[in-house]
């Protein structure tokens, strides 16, 4: 079997790279040619764990191939991948134009029968929209191919991309052609582990999955981020809350970490979309548009809290540590840091900032701020110390270190990494979120 994924981006690459591990040669397309030949030198433009080994691995044995020659990619491909970017518009919708400018490409290149599926997150009609627009290429060279199109969304988390390509707990096809999902059942039988438990269902449950998945993760973040708040102002501990509150099976433990707000290219993004695009149904989904609200008053808690503690925020020096959205990646995208150290820029602060992974993507945006090598030396002589990010070596600071370094003495935990009393024992002064 080959395949052509179009898309060398996050999921195109990890998609490319785990299809190829499972001995189907794949072609993976893009149009940056540059893009292209550092590919082709396992370079990788993004970071996540384990990808770079398959990438290597899949290129040395030749079933892995990076190329811009879109044509010879259709010709020779059975299953044509699209994972081309869907990044919201000005009006707050997912800009499709290189869907459709794809699905143009491949009807004006088709030689025989295929499946097309669709990776990239779309709102409900894009699918038959692509199907209309290959067909209408099609038409225009007087050929009668066929031809399926399914949707087939991605569920990968930043950070555990290939765990959950190659142990996924559920595979959405949605499709009209029952000879389509066997083929794409089929290019997964390298996972069947146990049993994998595929949804076959209509191509219009399939595009709205991806979308009601994402919108509930959300929400049970939003959610105990405001307990946690109410927490703080009651007396309550969000930890003991939390844990109570995944012990009900009804709800379960997963998402109910309070911190400074999600981010990411996913969640912000898809919540802008969804309620939009069912505003233009005339469907109001009220939760969706509160979760996203919410979420953004948390990331302004962080700032509000640094205020209301040390009163005077001008020429202050703060160590912000962690700058991506989550823990093992290098995306920056709708981050907690981009709004803290942003106002903090604002109040006149001086900032130190480190990350394992994320400080080049944040160099092109705050290209002032003051980046360091270690966390040992971001903390020097900082007046407070924020952390943003869970990252493992982030789980175990020297706070000792911290305490004999420091100009002050406020270390603010925004996802509760640390127990307040072996903070405060130390001298220092701790605040976590909720607790």
């Not at 190829?20 to 397309?29: A, E, K, L, P, Q």
């Amino acid at each position: 079997m080959k395949i052509a994924v179009f898309g060398a981006g996050y999921v195109g690459l990890v998609c490319s790279a785990c299809f190829s591990d499972f001995g189907i040669d794949v072609m993976c397309i893009d149009i940056d040619e540059e893009k292209i030949e550092k590919l082709n030198h396992s370079i990788l433009p993004v970071f996540e764990p384990g990808l770079e080994e398959l990438l290597k691995k899949n290129l040395l044995n030749g079933r892995l191939k990076f190329s811009s020659d879109s044509i010879q990619a259709i010709h020779s491909s059975e299953i044509i991948f699209i994972t081309v970017g869907t990044p919201n518009n000005e009006h707050h919708i997912a800009d499709l134009t290189q869907i459709y400018e794809l699905a143009a490409q491949i009807g004006k290149h088709i030689n025989g029968y295929k499946v097309i599926a669709i990776k990239s997150t779309v709102p409900v009609g894009t699918n038959r929209k692509v199907r209309e627009v290959i067909e209408e290429n099609i038409n225009e060279r007087n050929m009668k191919i066929e031809f399926d199109v399914v949707s087939n969304p991605e569920f990968l988390r930043e950070g555990k991309a290939i765990y959950d390509f190659t142990h996924p707990d559920k595979i959405v096809i949605g499709s009209d052609n029952e000879n389509a999902t066997d083929i794409i059942k089929k290019l997964y039988k390298p996972i069947y582990i146990g049993e994998i438990p595929f949804i076959c269902c209509d191509i219009e449950s399939a595009e709205l999955i991806k979308y009601a998945c994402n919108a509930f993760l959300a929400t049970k973040i939003a959610f105990i981020n405001e307990m946690a708040n109410l927490c703080e102002r009651t007396g309550g501990n969000i930890n003991a809350v939390a844990y109570a509150m995944g012990k009900d099976g009804r709800i379960g433990s997963k998402f109910l970490h309070p911190g400074p707000g999600f981010g990411g290219s996913c969640f912000p993004k898809d919540l802008l979309a969804l309620t939009t695009f069912a505003s233009e149904n005339g469907v109001s989904l009220d939760i969706a548009t509160a979760t996203y609200q919410s979420n953004n008053r948390q990331k302004k808690e962080v700032v509000n809290k640094l205020r209301k503690r040390m009163v005077e925020l001008r020429n202050k020096k703060i160590a912000v540590l962690g700058l991506t959205f989550k823990a093992e990646t290098d995306d920056i995208r709708e981050s907690a840091a981009l709004e803290v150290i942003a106002e903090l820029l604002k109040e006149g602060c001086h900032i130190n900032a480190y990350d394992p992974k994320g400080m080049d993507n944040m160099k092109k945006i705050f290209p002032a701020v003051n980046y360091s090598v270690s966390y040992k030396e971001c903390v020097k002589d900082a007046d407070a110390v924020v952390i943003l990010t869970e990252w493992h070596e982030l789980r175990n600071l020297d706070l000792n270190y911290l305490k004999k370094n420091m100009r002050g003495t406020l270390l603010y935990d925004s996802r509760n990494l640390y127990n307040r009393s072996e903070v405060e024992q130390l001298g220092l002064i701790y605040i976590g979120t909720g607790v």
